[in-house]
């Protein structure tokens, strides 16, 4: 039976179809979760909004509706949640949060008719109009339990104190292939007016994944020193800084923090942090005696964003900013739909002892002195799942500046995000005991059996992945799935063609025998139901990288080798292995080459045997920086085609760590990306067996051609450091001069730092200009 999620949405952008005009359009068909709706009286349209029975409505929704005749009010009621409306009233209510209806409801023979925008306001579904077909989609939402009231908080978070972690753990997203393109431009240029230009690398072309630094081929926006820097960098002889938007005590938001980016031809976007501090109330003597933790120090955090448009673009005017309490996790851009993710801890011994509410609060604007408290009655959680941590996902269409963004918040804490077009992906650790607990001092208040409960010897880690349906800034919940084991990051997931694809480690990694550490991949259908399966591969060793393609699916395991298998999942109720190929070292990012290449960013690994370790374990150590190619043209056989070696040992990049940081352009052979190189000069010896780890020699951006005949041809090396910076560096340099992105316009390449930006010649690497910022 469908149920209806309880919370109650803002505002729904597409039902209030304004500039559209349905006056000969009689017959509007309205689709629920993919099946056509059928109404004794048909919907109508009045003043260019679309009416529908309520009725009949409401009870497709399996709501129960009642009307008073006296007071002309009808009340729907579903799983707890329950509405009002009154006939000619623009005021309803969602359970007891008053809701302004766009338009009064109206009787219309003998029937009572509402505005479709008041399904979504009321119970959270997402409604879209098809103009070509003129069709109305419902997509209704599941339902998740309510935390209610500040009890039930505490109650939830006592009864679950052993279920998770009560941190957070980090949080990455990923958009599908199906994602939908960008928004529509602005202001349109002639192919000759600003040449060619890199993007931000994504994990999918056509959906957007903030930064710290984007161009849009003229300008380049990024983030340096607490200021957003907007610097013509086109022509490149010719760079300069045009504006500078400065924050932190120089600028109008004196506590803010940008952290990333977004810019299309309409906006600028920047997600940033402000901190503050809040009082403490000091722990009594015998508080201090009976608990295992002490409480917080008196300081929070909230994300916040601002919009700017720049239609002007050396002149960027505000136009939107707006708060809420937690910390930034991650973000993704659809389209005009911006998506954001925060996380907010909550002190568990300030809740027990009843000294602060701690329901979410967001605001909008800086003038704005007051928080908004997001009531308990909208506040979800994840059964088996409960941590305390809000977890809250803000959809916001940057068209409409002055709609307020969609929320929706959850109790418990979001470790791993995937999103396509349609639909969003939460994973979450789930723990499970399989033996007694360890004995632990009895406890005797209620504080102390949430901060500190006796842990389990041994605790299986389960993946539970929550599915939400999305839809231009809507989000709504549509069931859970889960899987045996842990994944390692945003590439571990994937959906394609209506299925679900994961990657996960089970196990202990230095565990024996039924604790050994093994790896699996699953795939989950449209329901999340596990349809197909491989388990078990790579025992004693764990995923350090994994990619999904189409149909392939690639994952990168290590102990003392790197396996890298290759998957058929053509068929994903029959996955299979279809090869692999063992070599020394690992990748922490595979990067997709062609159809039948894929490069691999990780390190270089060499095995002492048992006599040279020292203590007579046999080991594998990581060396410098490898970057290799692999043909998988056969996938019975992948070969490693060529590799490069960077550095010894302490050699680093971030792209180990964020894709982001690279850049790689296959229609011109152009692999670049930011490297600390640490090279031994001097080789020492050492009874341990230990390998030497290298000195500090350079950091920049290295430069490559790459071709499948010739492999990895270095070209050239750009650095920031200046002699001086390199006669100081110890084992550390002057970080404000290392190279953090790389990118071209035209036929130059851009290097970017938060000291300079330099331009280079592609061709031959021979230096432009330089820009001071």
């Known amino acids: 039976m469908r149920k209806l999620i309880i919370i109650s949405v803002v505002a729904l952008l597409l039902l209030v179809v304004t500039s559209l005009s349905f006056a000969n359009t009689p ?116 339902q998740l339990p309510v935390v209610g009231s500040f009890d039930n908080l505490k109650k939830l978070l006592t009864e679950n104190s052993n279920v998770g972690p009560n941190y957070y753990t980090g949080i990455d997203m990923a958009i599908s292939e199906s994602a939908i393109k960008s928004m529509d431009q602005v202001e349109q240029k002639t192919a000759s007016a600003i040449p060619e230009y890199s993007d931000t690398n994504l994990q999918v072309q056509g959906v957007d994944e903030a930064d710290i630094a984007k161009t849009d081929g003229e300008y380049l926006y990024q983030i340096a020193n607490q200021n957003i820097v907007i610097s013509k960098i086109y022509p490149a002889d010719d760079m300069e800084v045009v504006k500078n938007i400065p924050f932190g005590q120089d600028g109008n938001y004196s506590d ?74 991650s973000s993704r851009k659809i389209g005009s739909s911006l998506y954001l993710v925060s996380n907010k801890f909550l002190g ?47 959809g916001v269409n940057l068209d409409k500046p002055d709609e307020k963004a969609n929320i929706s918040t959850y109790l418990g804490a979001g470790e791993n995000i995937y999103a396509s077009s349609e639909h969003l992906y939460i994973a979450l650790t789930e723990y499970e005991a399989v033996n007694e607990s360890v004995e632990d001092p009895p406890v005797t208040t209620e504080q102390q059996k949430m901060i500190a409960p006796p842990m389990p010897i041994q605790r299986n880690q389960n993946t539970a992945i929550h599915k939400f349906a999305l839809m231009d800034g809507y989000i709504a919940y549509k069931g859970k799935g889960n899987v045996p084991g842990k994944i390692l990051n945003q590439f571990s997931m994937d ?146 085609l060529h590799k490069e070696i960077i550095g010894d040992r302490g050699t680093d990049s971030e792209l180990l760590r964020n894709h982001k940081s690279l850049l790689f352009d296959e229609q011109r052979n152009l692999l670049a990306f930011p490297v600390t190189v640490m090279e031994i000069k001097e080789p020492e010896q050492n009874t341990i067996g230990w390998p030497q780890y290298g000195e500090f020699t350079f950091q920049g951006a290295y430069v490559y051609n790459l071709d499948t005949e010739h492999g990895f041809n270095l070209k050239g090396r750009i650095t920031h450091l200046t002699n001086d910076d390199f006669q100081k560096a110890g084992y550390y340099h002057n970080n404000t001069r290392s190279v953090k992105r790389i990118l071209y316009v035209g036929n130059n390449l851009y290097t970017v730092s938060d000291a300079m930006i330099k331009a280079n010649q592609l061709n031959n690497l021979k230096e432009i200009d330089s820009l001071e910022l």
Do not use: C
């Open 495 to 640: 959906e394609h063609k209506g299925y679900f694809r994961i990657a996960t480690t089970t196990g202990n990694f230095f565990g024996q025998d039924d604790n050994q550490s093994k790896n699996n991949v699953y795939i989950l259908d449209d329901e999340l139901k596990t349809v197909g399966k491989i388990e078990d591969i790579a025992p004693g060793e764990k995923i350090y990288s994994a990619r999904f393609m189409g149909n392939r699916g690639y994952l990168v395991t290590f102990k003392k080798v790197d396996p890298l298998f290759v998957f058929d999942l053509e068929d994903p109720e029959h996955p299979e292995i279809l090869g692999k190929l063992k070599i020394p070292g690992y990748s922490d990012y595979l990067h997709p080459y062609g159809e039948n290449y894929i490069i691999g960013f990780g390190k270089d690994t060499i095995e002492t045997g048992e006599e040279q370790s020292g203590d007579g374990v046999s080991r594998a150590f990581y060396q410098g920086m490898k970057i290799a190619l692999f043909d998988i043209t056969d996938v019975t056989n992948p070969i490693e």
């Open 348 to 394: 568990g011994y300030h809740i027990m002892n009843e000294e602060a509410d701690y329901a979410p609060a967001l605001r909008y604007r800086d003038n704005e002195e007051e928080y908004s408290e997001i009531p308990y009655s909208d506040i979800h959680y994840f059964p088996k799942a409960v941590s305390p941590n809000y977890l809250t996902v803000i």
């Open 27 to 142: 017959d509007i068909a309205l689709y629920l979760n993919g099946k056509k709706m059928s109404f004794n009286a048909a919907p109508q349209l009045n003043n260019e909004r679309v009416y529908v029975p309520l009725r009949e409505l409401f009870e497709q929704l399996d709501a129960t509706v009642h009307w008073d005749d006296a007071t002309r009010t009808v009340t729907a009621t579903s799983d707890g949640t329950r509405v009002q409306i009154t006939i000619d009233n623009k005021t309803a209510k969602h359970n007891d949060t008053d809701i302004i209806l766009d338009a009064a409801p109206y009787i219309s023979n003998k029937r009572a008719y509402v505005p479709l925008r008041f399904v979504s306001e009321a119970f959270g579904a997402i409604v879209n109009w098809e103009e070509s077909t003129e069709t109305v989609s419902i997509v209704t939402a599941d």
């Open 256 to 329: 803010f923090s940008p952290i990333e980016l977004y810019i299309d031809d309409n906006y600028l976007v920047a997600i940033g942090s402000t901190n503050y501090h809040f009082a403490v109330p000091d722990m009594k003597e015998t508080e201090r005696s009976e608990t295992k933790i002490y409480p917080p120090v008196g300081f929070s955090s909230s994300v916040k964003v601002i919009v700017y448009d720049r239609t002007y673009k050396e002149h960027p005017k505000e136009i939107k900013a707006m708060e809420i309490e937690g910390s930034y996790l």
